[in-house]
């Protein structure tokens, strides 16, 4: 994860065949608080646009081609 700069403020390593978006939360939730989640279409989805919902914090995922 990175701040609005593009530095680096928390990492998590998994193993090779561990999607991305399964670590977003977590890292969200030892973040500092934020406003704004900006990902690609890898994290378009529902279980995670639910759980920013309710942190209000505002998606700006771009939508993947299933949904």
């Known amino acids: 994860m990175a701040d609005d700069r593009g530095r680096p403020v ?4 998994t ?3 561990v999607a991305d978006i399964k ?3 977590p ?3 030892i ?3 934020t ?9 378009d989805a529902d279980s995670l646009r639910n ?3 309710d942190a209000k914090i505002k998606p700006v995922i771009t939508s993947s ?3």
Do not use: T
Not at 10 to 13: G, I, N, S, T, V
Not at 37 to 42: G, M, Q, R, S, V
């Open 65 to 67: 081609a299933a949904r």
């Open 51 to 53: 759980w920013l919902k």
């Open 31 to 33: 973040a500092a608080p």
């Open 10 to 13: 928390a990492f998590a390593l």
């Open 15 to 17: 193993p090779g065949n």
């Open 23 to 25: 670590m977003a939360v």
């Open 35 to 43: 406003k704004r989640l900006l990902a690609d279409k890898a994290y």
């Open 27 to 29: 890292l969200l939730e």
